[in-house]
């Protein structure tokens, strides 16, 4: 009934933004002589603050259409090259460019929609063909289609690599880090000649009994019985996934909010302030942001309880006890991968050390293979988006691709 009694509260609430919506059109309208007094703009900073509070944010486009390369602009076709039941593989085509360079970029199903990483993609297309996951959103997927369960996503990253041939290098950012390391450790077992020829996995939970995080607590201190009646509910009527188990979007956006309060409250009083100064480009930042971050999907609940026992409260990558289809994870059988992690000084979310404990499980990687970075001044999203990103990550991402292409 809980996730019931939002799905009405939010309908409700769109209705209300419409009707918000259409009263600011009216007092924005360029004719409307009170649009731009001191009344006039209090009034009108109100209605879009509250059309923000009553919004449904819905995914968002890529909207990824050209890339600058050596000072020309070069088109970008996105395209769905391989479509399974969770999960799309989208190419970002640079049209009249060769198909080399290949990176298979894994979102984290943790929530937000793969288009979090639209600047991560922006970065690395001048230099990069790029593929990324797309995850759809659980309540949008029949019953029908069965369980998404830890260890089918492993597989899904298999068959993606498979699907993508020889010389692909794999990055995962966040939550993913641990199936792609998984991955690779399997198809390197099994001498598949699609192993990625490197492997970046950039602020990932592999060890997280290190500088254990607000998120690592909040794991322990709870039981698994917990996370099943609090966190999982049953997908209502009206959806496609209807009857499916999921770890709702809205409660774990709720959790995101939580963790850094005060500042969200902040940027919100900063971009009502914004609003009526008259100070559009700063507002339309928050727009594009919140935009963004605001907009979540719902988690396969086998998924979700499956992660928080075998990563967060059992630490099995860092204690060797993985297993993927009931068998150990070989993690020595990495020889021939390149090795790059990466970690942000101040990421809240993922402590220092917990993604550079990979190094220690991939023991046979010649040291000539490995590299670590801290990024200073960068928290969780900073990793990968954003100027810190831009200028410090990416191009060590890029220049550590083409070493071992």
Known sequence: MRY???DFYNKSASAMHNIYGLILDIGTHPLNPYSHTPIGRTTNAALEFAMRL???YEKLDFDIDSVLINDKTVRVREEVVLSKSFCELVHFKRVGREDKNKVLLVAPLSGHHATLLKGTVEGLLPDHEVYVTDWLDAREVPLDEGAFTFDLHVSYLIDFLQFLGQDVHLVAICQPAVQALIATAVMAEEKNTSTPKTLTLMAGPIDVSKNPTRVN???QEHSMDWFRGFAIMTVPPGYPGEGREVYPGFLQLGGF??????????KYL???QNLLEGDEEDADCFRAFYDEYMAVLDIPAEFYLETIERVFKANALARNSITYNGKSVNFGAINNTALLTVEGASDDVCGIGQTQAAHALCKNIPETMRCHHLQEGAGHYGIFSGSRFRKYVRPLVTEFIHDYS
């Open 4 to 6: 019931e009694a939002y």
């Open 217 to 219: 607590k909040y794991s």
């Open 270 to 272: 900063g971009f009502f």
């Open 54 to 56: 009553t919004k449904s």
């Open 257 to 266: 909010l939580s963790m850094n309060l005060d500042m969200h409250i902040s």
